[in-house]
């Protein structure tokens, strides 16, 4: 048999290497959180980078945007001069129409006035032929009757001046003359 000191002994032995020995489980445990640790960090580098580069494109594509307003923008601002200039112009234009316009109204007016008076002044004509005729012939009853119906208006419509240049009566002198005879 043994000797039991001996046995007392080596299970004190036993018992304190038991008690200062380090368990083996605890190390595997340390290195598993270490390696999900490890994942964890590196799926957080990831998702930064990955927002990095999200963040990237958004600001790449805003600042294209940006830049295709501003350039629109830019050609908007050029179209609007271009069509200030064009107004411009087609308001001078329409300007120098306009005075145009009034200045060749004006020049109807005028002659539609001297087209009524040369017509006035051609009736009164027909009208002085007729008496001068009657009373030529001696007609003076028809001659008086034809300057009735010539009215008073018509006269001063005859001519003042001969356009003839033989010393003779102009058509309004001579009107006068046989008028001045009948009545």
Known sequence: ???????????GQLQHDAEHEKPNKRNPVIFYLMILFAAAF???LMSLLMQRR???EAIDNL???SNSATE???NTLEQNEALKEQVAALEAAQSVDQSTITSQEAQINDLQDQVEELSK??????WFW???EAYVRGRYSLARSLIEEMGEELPQYLPKESATDNDRFSPYDRYQEIYE???
């Open 121 to 126: 002044a051609s009736t009164a004509l027909d």
């Open 42 to 44: 590196v799926l957080l």
């Open 1 to 11: 048999m043994s000797n039991p000191d001996a046995d007392k002994q080596s299970r």
């Open 63 to 65: 600042q294209q945007t």
């Open 130 to 132: 007729q008496i001068n």
């Open 54 to 56: 999200a963040n990237q």
């Open 72 to 74: 629109s923008l830019h």
């Open 181 to 183: 005879a009948l009545y």
